[in-house]
């Protein structure tokens, strides 16, 4: 069993900033890539940023320069730092994580959280 537990949204003015926390734990064997991603109401879920084990990083256009994601391999956790939020960055943000575990050394599945809201007033 792979949980993905979120922590850190909540309601923010345009222009300040919130940290995003996600922590993956169970039975893992290895963490491939991890990521965020977001769900605002009446649009599809899309990817806001992604990191690998090696620390090579990707970004949606909208939030290049304002967002920073970071992780721990030996912690498995991975961080959102968001900065110069708009009231468009509100949404539900989910951690997601590519991962093989003990029982399945040889197979990469992909978890995900169970979202936290981000809701930035303008």
């Known amino acids: 069993q792979v949980q993905l537990v979120e922590s850190g949204g909540g309601l923010v003015q345009a222009g300040g900033s919130l940290r995003l926390s996600c922590a993956a734990s169970?039975?893992?064997?290895?963490?491939?890539?991890m990521g965020w991603y977001r769900q605002a109401p009446g649009k599809q879920r899309e990817l806001v940023a992604d990191i690998t084990s090696g620390g090579t990083t990707s970004y949606a256009d909208s939030v290049k320069g304002r967002f920073t994601i970071s992780r721990d391999n030996a912690k498995n956790t991975v961080s959102l730092q968001m900065n110069s939020l708009k009231s468009e960055d509100t949404a539900v943000y989910y951690c997601?994580?590519?991962?093989?575990?003990?029982?399945?050394?040889?197979?990469?599945?992909?978890?995900w959280g169970q979202g936290t809201q981000v809701t930035v007033s303008s």
């Open positions: 997601s994580a590519a991962l093989s575990t003990a029982q399945a050394i040889n197979v990469i599945v992909h978890y």
């Open positions: 169970g039975s893992i064997r290895s963490i491939f890539a």
